[in-house]
């Protein structure tokens, strides 16, 4: 076996293409690193030369990773991930143990931060840091150790830890039509604008897929108003825009508030709605763990 330095490419490159790789930008990185973009462009430049491939597309308008750069990208990012890991497990107590969890932007508002409060008083010595995204897992660039999403998303190549399940019904604002004379049919649901929330990629539940495991055919395609944002979506149905499908888990409180109410009584329980997945790099650490149980306990827990 060769040693490490007739192999690895110059180490002063690595954090800057590191860096530029994961904003795609080397003005950005420079600005994360306190350099120079002028310096991020030569330590990319260095490494180009040492390995003899180009790493990015330069354009007018900015620069891109080519697949070369993208696969490289993503080894170095786990490689120095692991690095500050072990470095964190190693000072010990000085400074805290940390974790970080990469959370859908709707799960993150809506269910997470209602209840973060009660892990960091059970775990007052883990830093857990909060990334969010409306993009799937397999598009997630910056580093994190567990991560929660929708079932039906791309998860990759990392390890899925548990599931968990959820329950989808319609929801509206208390003031709607629909929820003045409610609980109302099935049938009756199409005579009011529908919220419509359309998932890319297409891995989200919409009204007709809905009807029909209600058992219920309807004409395609149902009136209403179309979202690319869930959340966004749901703030049009507080608002009294329409009728919305809502997940128990970022509706309930909602509900408990009376912000928004429940017009018909069916509902659909999805088994395995939710999925929590540990980073395919990410080490056993206590950290990890403790997320992972306290997560699992509350997935887990009856919806109030």
């Known amino acids: 076996m060769f040693p490490l330095n007739r192999s690895l490419p110059p180490l002063a490159t690595l954090l800057p293409f590191e ?11 420079a600005e994360e690193l306190g350099l120079t973009q002028a310096a991020i462009s030569r330590q990319v430049r260095s490494l180009e030369k040492d390995l003899g491939a180009a790493l990015f597309e330069r354009r007018n308008r900015g620069v891109f990773l080519t697949p070369a750069g993208r696969q490289l990208a993503e080894v170095i990012s786990q490689g120095l991930c692991r690095i500050a890991q072990h470095a964190d497990d190693l000072r010990g107590g000085e400074r805290a143990p940390r974790v970080i969890l990469f959370c859908q932007l709707c799960e993150a508002f809506y269910w997470l931060m209602p209840r973060l409060a009660t892990f960091n008083q059970r775990h007052p010595d ?15 660039r910056d580093p994190f150790d ?9 998860s990759g190549n990392h390890t899925l830890a548990f599931t968990a399940a959820d329950t989808i019904y319609p929801v509206c604002n208390p ?24 998932a890319e990629p297409p891995d989200w539940m919409e009204w007709s897929d809905w009807f029909t495991a209600m058992g219920r055919d309807v ?14 979506m749901l703030q049009a149905a507080l608002a009294g825009h329409g009728i919305a499908l809502g997940w128990q888990r970022t509706t309930e409180r909602s509900i408990e508030t009376g912000e928004l109410v429940r017009p018909v009584v069916e509902a659909l329980i999805q088994p ?14 206590h950290a990890c763990r403790a997320l992972l149980d306290w997560l699992e306990e509350a997935l887990n827990d009856p919806p109030c």
Not at 19 to 29: K, N, P, Q, V, Y
Not at 219 to 229: E, I, M, Q, R
């Open 19 to 29: 860096a530029a790789a994961r904003l795609e930008s080397f003005t950005r990185a």
């Open 126 to 140: 883990i830093d857990l840091k909060l990334v969010t995204s409306t993009r799937p897992l397999t598009e997630q």
């Open 146 to 154: 567990i991560a929660l999403q929708t079932h039906g998303r791309p």
């Open 175 to 198: 003031d709607h039509p629909a929820a003045r004379d409610r609980p109302i049919s099935l049938d009756a649901l199409t005579d009011f604008d529908l919220l419509h929330h359309r």
């Open 219 to 232: 004409a395609t395609p149902l009136p209403g108003k179309v979202f690319d944002s869930y959340p966004l």
């Open 272 to 285: 395995e709605a939710i999925a929590v997945y540990t980073h395919r790099e990410t080490v056993d650490r």
